[in-house]
Each structure stands twice: as C-alpha cells, then as structure tokens.
C-alpha cells in the first residue's frame, strides 16, 4: 500500500489554472471503481472534501474545481486561481479488499 | 448540524492500548461508512481503516492491521478504534470521517472530526 504519487509543490498566480497530478495503480485509481477523491487541507485545519466519484462536487465547493481520471492516473485541476485556494491538496482513492488510499500531498501555492 | 467528536486520544508507552471515539450528531449514522484517518505532525493523510453501515465489510491499512480494531454502535451513534500493541510511528491527530456514499463506502469522505490526539512515546 504505497501513497499515492503527487508533485510536491504547484504554484501560480491568481486567476490562472493549474493541475495536480495523481499516479496510482490498476488496483486504485486505475480499477473499474470510480472512487477518487479529493481533499483540501489548510493549516491546522481538518481537510475538506472538493471532489468525489472522479469529478463530482458536493454542495457548496466552487465549481472552479474539477476532477478528472485516465487510466492509473487522477487530476484536480483549479480554474480562476484565488489566494484562498493556497493550501495542501490531496488524492485519495479506494485500492480494493475494503481499503483506501492518499496521495503523498501537493502544497498549492498563490502567487 | 452535521459533526463528528473525537476523544480518548492520549499520551501512552510503546506497547499500550488506547481507545478512540467518535460521538456523531445532525446524520442517520446507520445509513453511512465510517473511518479513521490520521495524520502524522507534519506529515501527509494516511487512511487506517474503515467500515460499512451494518460492520459487515470492514478494512484496515497494512501498518495497522493485527493491531487496530474498528467497531460501531449504531444504536449510540458511535465509532471506535481500538488500538492494541502501539508503536513510535503511530503518533499522530486521528480523524473520524463520514462517507459520503449512502449504503456502501464510496470512499470520498465528507464530514470530519477535529481530531484527537495519540502520541506514542517511551
């Protein structure tokens, strides 16, 4: 059970877009279950789930996220960038016989 | 209002036992999974172990397992983790989650505890 792989740091200024990656296997993120998900953690706070089911939103997150998977891999991508969105960004997905699975964390950081 | 109350995180030696629980409110607690995250100081998540409504499937993560027991009581609307043969690297803020999936675990969580905290330490 080895984290899933994201990129440490991404960065960009406010208004623009940016995309985190999530590589996994065919045993998580790239199985026929559908269960990727997504979390936003800032500092000292619990995380807050921004995307479940791949690309589906729950109530009341900004529709400037979106999610999307191909193959072994998940994405996250963050339209209109705001200096709120400044936080730490994880993936998560189910990885079979009833576990799941994070991703090694990415710091977003607003220029 | 939805929330998720951890306790019984504390201070113990190397090989002790501690309990955790967490009390939930504003939700049918019998319709949905639950978990335990955790998160190490200044680390990244690590899921530890989740279970469905009626306890019928329940998971662990390979670090834990033979170690940490989780349970539920739907009656008191309650979720627990007992943990057995503790160890350095299980310190750490554990969170309760609710998933976000009516019936069987979707494993997208949407409604988290504060966390308590375990630190493990000789």
């Known amino acids: 059970q080895s984290a899933l792989t994201q990129p440490a740091s991404v960065s960009g200024s406010p208004g623009q877009s940016i995309t985190i990656s999530c590589t996994g296997t065919?045993?998580?993120?790239?199985?026929?279950?559908?269960?990727v998900s997504w979390y936003q953690q800032h500092p000292g706070k619990a995380p807050k789930l921004i995307i479940y089911g791949v690309s589906s939103r729950p109530s009341g997150v900004s529709n400037r996220f979106s999610g999307s998977k191909s193959g072994n891999a998940a994405s996250l991508i963050i339209s209109g960038l705001q200096a709120e969105d400044e936080a730490e960004y994880y993936c998560s997905s189910y990885s079979g016989r009833n576990t799941g699975i994070f991703g090694t964390g990415t710091k977003v950081t607003v220029l | 209002e939805v929330q998720l109350v951890e306790s019984g995180g504390d201070f113990v030696q190397p090989g002790r036992s501690l309990r955790l629980s967490c009390a939930a409110s504003g939700f049918t607690f019998d319709d949905y999974a639950m978990h335990w995250v955790r998160q190490a100081p200044g680390k990244g998540l690590e899921w530890v172990s989740g279970v469905r409504w009626d306890s019928v499937t329940i998971g662990y993560a390979d670090s834990v397992k033979g170690r940490f027991t989780i349970s539920r009581d739907n009656a008191k609307n309650s979720l627990f983790l007992q943990m057995n043969s503790l160890r350095i690297d299980d310190t750490a803020l554990y969170y309760c989650?609710?998933?976000?999936?009516?019936?069987?675990?979707?494993?997208?969580?949407?409604?988290w505890g504060q966390g308590t905290t375990v630190t493990v330490s000789s």
């Open positions: 065919s045993s998580d993120i790239g199985s026929r279950y559908n269960y």
């Open positions: 989650a609710k998933d976000i999936g009516y019936g069987d675990p979707h494993y997208g969580l949407d409604v």
